[in-house]
């Protein structure tokens, strides 16, 4: 039996030699209309060829399946690379082609963020509504935090790293679901 409110399922990995290891059993998670994994797998190569050919200085991709069940509560505010908020914090310019990206994706009606308006401030939040099949990017020291769900809500998120700014430097921690808890749900 699952006790969070929040969870998070690993999907793929994108690393520089454009290899990615995808797991298995997320696709049980996927909300009703979706006619496979391979919709989802498809979108994620294209992503990665088109970030190779925009961001060429990305590293990495982590690839995750965001589930909030219904009456999840809103999320902590955070910041998903702390090191590149620190750089920014002592004035350092950041090229853009150094700098780290989240995206999020909405696989269904009603998705939700919570993001600052100022990049230095928490407390100019404002809650934005993600259409579904759209999705957002923000540079990764961006304040945001999930929203509140009055019913279950899946979603995509996608950090992306470089060297100078891996995406393994998130400050808050979501349950990671493993594949072992997948009959759970």
Same mark, same amino acid.
Request: aromatic share 10%; hydrophobic share 40%.
């Given at each position: 039996? &699952?006790?969070?409110?929040?969870?998070?399922?690993?999907?793929?990995?994108? @690393?520089?030699?454009? *290899?990615?290891? @995808?797991? *298995?059993?997320?696709?049980?998670?996927?909300?009703?209309?979706?006619?496979?994994?391979?919709?989802?797998?498809?979108?994620?190569?294209?992503?990665?060829?088109?970030?190779?050919?925009?961001?060429?200085?990305?590293?990495?991709?982590? /690839? &995750?399946?965001? /589930?909030?069940?219904?009456?999840?509560?809103?999320? /902590?505010?955070? $910041?998903?690379?702390? *090191?590149? #908020?620190?750089?920014?914090? @002592?004035?350092?310019? &950041?090229?853009?082609?150094?700098?780290?990206?989240?995206?999020?994706?909405?696989?269904?009606?009603?998705?939700?963020?919570?993001?600052?308006?100022?990049?230095?401030?928490?407390? *100019?939040?404002?809650?934005?509504?993600?259409?579904?099949?759209?999705?957002?990017?923000?540079?990764?020291?961006?304040?945001?935090?999930?929203?509140?769900?009055?019913?279950?809500?899946? $979603?995509?998120?996608?950090?992306?790293?470089?060297?100078?700014?891996?995406? #393994?430097?998130?400050?808050?921690?979501?349950?990671? &679901?493993?594949?072992?808890?997948?009959?759970?749900?």
């Amino acid at each position: 039996m &699952l006790f969070h409110d929040r969870f998070q399922i690993k999907i793929a990995h994108y @690393n520089h030699s454009n *290899t990615s290891n @995808n797991e *298995t059993g997320w696709k049980w998670y996927l909300p009703s209309g979706f006619t496979g994994h391979d919709e989802v797998t498809g979108f994620l190569d294209r992503l990665q060829k088109t970030m190779a050919k925009l961001h060429p200085n990305t590293t990495e991709m982590e /690839v &995750l399946l965001l /589930v909030s069940k219904k009456g999840c509560p809103e999320q /902590v505010i955070h $910041r998903d690379s702390c *090191t590149m #908020s620190n750089a920014r914090f @002592n004035n350092k310019r &950041l090229a853009f082609a150094s700098i780290g990206f989240t995206m999020l994706f909405a696989l269904m009606p009603d998705t939700k963020l919570k993001i600052a308006a100022n990049k230095t401030n928490a407390n *100019t939040t404002k809650v934005i509504e993600i259409a579904d099949s759209n999705g957002i990017i923000f540079p990764a020291d961006i304040f945001h935090a999930g929203a509140a769900y009055d019913k279950e809500n899946v $979603r995509l998120f996608v950090a992306v790293g470089t060297n100078e700014f891996p995406c #393994s430097n998130n400050e808050v921690s979501i349950p990671l &679901l493993s594949m072992s808890d997948s009959n759970d749900k």
